[in-house]
């Protein structure tokens, strides 16, 4: 099982000055620590659990860059964007510039989107959910079509698009791995089998590894009948529990043993807000060798 860790609160000790130093030293603490992936949320306004609007946050894609510079082996992605925060043109277009500039370690992450207020207070369009779907399954055929030699136009109910021109193109092959986030058996796991490299699952208390199996268990259905390969498709999970995986490792191993015999490939930990690096490198020494056995 390989480990990423999914940086979510930025208020530190010193305020925002601190915040450049802190993420710079999580990157190289990630990468001793041998972690797969460092990601980020990607909201407008800071998440109620986490303290609320009134605390900081990053836009995500400016931040993955800052990372891209001070990394050189750890795939870098957001956990993960909402389909609604940027025209989807534009997004393959951002994610694409990450992948070059980091030499091909980008990974886009895509979902529904769901924070109705940070929507309304930056004046970004919020449509109903069904909708929100329609557009999240044509961002997802404009990605794949600006990632191949297909330039042409593309022409759907929410997004017309004159050209798909993207160049320079991604260093990834064949592009930018494509995660989806969330576990809707009708929609969300369907356009995962459908047009997805990864899916991730939350995992915690109420989310064990038997109710994950559950989850991928339907997505292996969808693949199943859209003539998919289920194997294909790297299986995450965001561990949300009270647990500290980098001051108990032993404890943590053993329930990702768990999900491990479920079928879960990787596990991505959030660290606390005072000093990410050193929770990272907590993961390091107690967590990534015996995680990678699994």
């Given at each position: 099982?390989?480990?990423?860790?999914?940086?979510?609160?930025?208020?530190?000790?010193?305020g925002?000055?601190?915040i450049?130093?802190?993420?710079?030293?999580?990157?190289?603490?990630?990468?001793?620590?041998?972690?797969?992936?460092?990601?980020?949320?990607?909201?407008?306004?800071?998440?109620?659990?986490?303290?609320?609007a009134?605390?900081?946050?990053?836009?995500?894609?400016t931040?993955?860059?800052f990372?891209?510079?001070?990394?050189?082996?750890?795939?870098?992605?957001?956990?993960?964007?909402?389909?609604?925060?940027?025209?989807p043109?534009?997004?393959?277009?951002?994610?694409?510039?990450?992948?070059?500039?980091?030499?091909?370690?980008?990974?886009?992450?895509?979902?529904?989107?769901?924070y109705?207020?940070?929507?309304a207070?930056l004046?970004?369009?919020?449509?109903?959910?069904?909708?929100?779907?329609?557009?999240?399954e044509?961002?997802?055929?404009i990605?794949?079509?600006?990632?191949?030699d297909d330039?042409?136009?593309f022409?759907?109910?929410?997004?017309?698009?004159?050209?798909?021109?993207?160049?320079?193109?991604?260093?990834?092959?064949?592009h930018?791995?494509?995660?989806?986030g969330?576990?809707?058996?009708?929609?969300?796991?369907?356009?995962?089998?459908?047009?997805?490299?990864?899916?991730n699952?939350?995992?915690?208390?109420?989310s064990?590894?038997a109710?994950?199996?559950?989850?991928?268990?339907v997505?292996?259905?969808?693949?199943?009948?859209?003539?998919?390969d289920?194997?294909?498709?790297?299986?995450?999970?965001?561990?949300?529990a009270?647990?500290?995986?980098?001051?108990?490792?032993?404890?943590?191993?053993?329930?990702?043993?768990?999900?491990?015999?479920?079928?879960?490939?990787?596990?991505?930990?959030?660290?606390p807000?005072?000093?990410?690096?050193?929770?990272?490198?907590?993961?390091?020494?107690?967590?990534?060798?015996?995680?990678?056995?699994?």
């Amino acid at each position: 099982m390989r480990l990423g860790v999914h940086v979510v609160n930025f208020s530190l000790p010193g305020g925002p000055a601190a915040i450049g130093p802190a993420l710079a030293a999580a990157g190289h603490a990630a990468e001793q620590a041998g972690l797969h992936n460092l990601s980020l949320m990607d909201h407008y306004l800071q998440l109620d659990m986490a303290g609320g609007a009134g605390q900081p946050m990053l836009e995500g894609y400016t931040t993955l860059g800052f990372l891209a510079a001070r990394t050189r082996t750890v795939e870098l992605q957001l956990l993960v964007t909402g389909v609604t925060y940027r025209h989807p043109g534009l997004l393959a277009k951002i994610v694409t510039t990450l992948d070059v500039l980091s030499g091909g370690r980008a990974a886009l992450g895509l979902g529904a989107a769901w924070y109705a207020r940070e929507h309304a207070a930056l004046g970004v369009p919020f449509p109903p959910l069904a909708q929100r779907f329609e557009r999240l399954e044509e961002t997802l055929q404009i990605v794949h079509q600006m990632w191949s030699d297909d330039n042409g136009p593309f022409t759907g109910q929410h997004y017309q698009l004159a050209e798909t021109l993207n160049v320079p193109p991604p260093l990834s092959r064949p592009h930018p791995p494509i995660m989806i986030g969330g576990g809707g058996e009708k929609k969300t796991l369907r356009l995962a089998a459908r047009y997805a490299d990864a899916c991730n699952l939350f995992a915690g208390p109420q989310s064990g590894p038997a109710q994950v199996k559950a989850k991928l268990d339907v997505l292996a259905a969808h693949c199943a009948r859209q003539g998919t390969d289920y194997g294909r498709i790297r299986k995450t999970i965001l561990w949300a529990a009270p647990l500290d995986p980098a001051a108990d490792g032993s404890s943590f191993v053993e329930q990702m043993r768990h999900y491990a015999d479920a079928g879960i490939e990787e596990v991505h930990v959030m660290p606390p807000a005072d000093d990410p690096a050193a929770f990272i490198d907590g993961l390091g020494h107690n967590v990534t060798p015996h995680l990678a056995d699994l």
